[in-house]
């Protein structure tokens, strides 16, 4: 197997706790790119998990602009010839934004994401990892992140419903979704490395990848 991938920017993304850094730590480390990952130190997360309509603009309002900040710095610095692994992609600002902002709060957020948006790179391709409720819960809190401790099964449960919505209709790039559920890339190297072979295959349009091993710990 070669070890190389046929593009220069791939983005992971998924719910939260469906694996997606880990796998862009280990995509890095085997193919020697530069990894992208989000700021998870937002201010005002610990307040929207404890007050969900309260905080919710500030929030989505931050990660908005870390993200943009972060793809501009990286994309201006012509990186373009290393392999480039981000656990995100732009465009989940408004999945977020969608599911937590007011209708006013929404105007306003979908003006200024509309002025940032043509200005980021869009992947080569996007590898959607998904999940059911009970494997992201569990996953979350096995990571037992102190700001992630107040996330509620029915917030997970819309957020899940907005992911697949939103990649059910997407069509920017390339698009490999996998069922992550029975995929475990920590514990048994056969899988990360079947994941692996999907990724150097041709990808055109949507083409979608299930596992068939055993319940996922990662």
């Avoid at 610095?77 to 937590?100: E, G, H, M």
């Avoid at 080569?124 to 099964?153: K, P």
């Avoid at 899940?160 to 992550?180: E, M, Q």
Wanted: hydrophobic share 35%.
């Amino acid at each position: 197997m070669t070890d190389t991938l046929p593009f220069h920017y791939l983005a992971v993304d998924g719910p939260i706790g469906v694996g997606k850094t880990t796998l862009v730590n280990m995509l890095i480390q085997r193919f020697k790119g530069v990894k992208i990952l989000e700021d998870v130190e937002n201010p005002f997360l610990t307040d929207f998990y404890n007050d969900r309509a309260g905080s919710a603009f500030q929030t989505e309002l931050y990660f908005l602009l870390s993200r943009f900040k972060q793809q501009q710095e990286v994309f201006q610095r012509d990186l373009f010839q290393s392999l480039l692994v981000s656990d995100y992609t732009f465009p989940k600002n408004r999945i977020f934004a969608y599911l937590n902002l007011s209708d006013d709060e929404l105007m306003l957020f979908d003006k200024l994401f509309g002025l940032l948006e043509p200005q980021v790179p869009v992947p080569d391709l996007v590898l959607y990892l998904t999940a059911d409720l009970d494997t992201c819960l569990e996953r979350i809190g096995r990571r037992n992140r102190s700001f992630e401790r107040r996330i509620s099964s029915d917030y997970m449960a819309e957020l899940i419903d907005a992911y697949n919505h939103y990649y059910h209709y997407y069509s920017r790039s390339p698009l490999l979704v996998v069922d992550t559920r029975n995929l475990n890339v920590v514990d048994r190297p056969e899988d990360f490395e079947e994941l692996v072979h999907q990724l150097q295959r041709p990808i055109k349009g949507t083409q979608y990848y299930v596992p068939l091993g055993r319940t996922s710990t990662d």
